[in-house]
Structures are given as C-alpha cells and as structure tokens.
C-alpha cells in the first residue's frame, strides 16, 4: 500500500516521485527541531500535462462517475474506486478500495481505504467500491478542517447533499445469525440507492461469477492434461521432501538422499534403520 500512494501521490505532484519516509522532523525534550527529514526526489514519472489531465479526470469521478460516495462538501475532491475479486473466484468474496485527495488544485492529503470482503453475504451484494468511498469522505470531513484547508466551494444550509450521499453503516458492524439465515432477502431500498453509480463485475455466460477461473494454474495444469506440456513437469515426478531430507542429512529412522536421483515418478519406502 505505500508503494501504490507513494506512485499515486508522483501522479497529483506533477510526476515528481519522492521516497516514501513516516518521520517529518525529529524533537528534542523541549519542542526544539533536531533533524527534519527533507523530501528526497527519486525520479520522474510523468509529465506535467499528463499529471493535470489524470487529475482533471479524477476529479470527474468524484463529480459525475462512480465515486460520488467520496464527495466532501464544500471541497473539490478527486480519486479512482476499485473494485476487485479475491480468490477462490466461486466464492464470490471482494475487496473494494478507493484512493483519492484534495483539493484538486493544491492536493494536500492523500487517503487510500481499502475494505478486505465488506460485511455482507458472499456475491454482488460486497461488489460495491462506495463502501471505501464513504469511508474517505468522512475521513476528509475531519482532516481538512483539522489542517486548515479552508472550503472552496459555499457551504449549504441544510445537510441535503450529505444525506442524498451513500451510507457506510453496516461496513464493520457483525453480522447476526438472523442476518445469516436470511441473506437471500432482496436488498433494502435504502441500501440499493448507493450502487447506482458503482463499479460492478459482471458475472459469466452462466449468470455466476465472473467467468473467470476459479484459481491461478499451476504449471503442471497449463501442459496438454498428461503434464508434458511446454514447461511442464508430471505432478508426481514432483520431489518431495521429509523431514530428514531439508540438509541433505539422514533423519531419525531414514536413509540419506544426498547425491540421490529422483526417482520415475512414484514415491518409495525406505527401509528404516
């Protein structure tokens, strides 16, 4: 995860990408500054021009795109949703993410939320990236003020926007067994007005899943089916090893396989000792 802010965070600075560091300045007993860490510039990423343009889009996102859910009232806010689903595929678990700062002119804050499997019954209904998105904008409702980054856009009267935005209750709260046994229910009004602008991964021919398979190939399964395929080796010529086998070194009761040749493909006994 800082890997991935430390590349976002290059893209909103023009393409300057800087080390990532956690300290700012070190204190003495008194408050006196005795180190300060300075931004140490690594490289370039992208250019200028492609740095306004990805923040320009971004900024879209949040206004008319999938990330409704992030905007923070009075503020112009940008970032990207992620929706993606985690292995096994057949078990129809997701992890949702958003990523974004503000403000879109100067960004000053970077937050990226990440939600492993949302709690809610395996299938579309975790499929939603606004549940990390409403979770950033509350979280930038309490930092910008805190930095002092002053609003850029008039303040409503009344609390109409926020309460036309998607809400997060339920994220972490535990799920019951009555909840449990009742998973199939249809999904409440209230809940279904904040997936109108998400990500959704559609599933497959079969209406289940994302068609995808359910698990990453070994090498062995991407031969021809015998296991003799380009770069492939039979599952059972496979070694395996015992516990006294790991140094090279006879373990109790087993007779040393230095220097051994695998055998054609079939495990055998040794005679014990």
Known sequence: MVQLSAAFCSVLNGGSYYEPHVVKQILNEQGSVVEKKEPVLVRETVSQSTSDFLKNAMFQTVETGTGKAAQVIGYDVGGKTGTAEKQPRNAKNYLVSFAGFAPIEDPQVFVYVVIDTPNYPPGEQQAHSSYASAVFSKIMTEILPYLNIFPTKDLPENEAIQESLPSSEGINEP?????????????????????ETDEYMPGGDDGEGSGLPDAVPTAAEEGDGTGKGPGSAPVSALPRKTSGENSGQAGPGQESSQGAEPSSGEETARPSE
Do not use: S, W
């Open 175 to 195: 799920e019951t067994e009555a909840e449990g046994a009742e998973g199939t229910e249809e999904t409440p009004a209230e809940t279904q007005r904040q997936y």
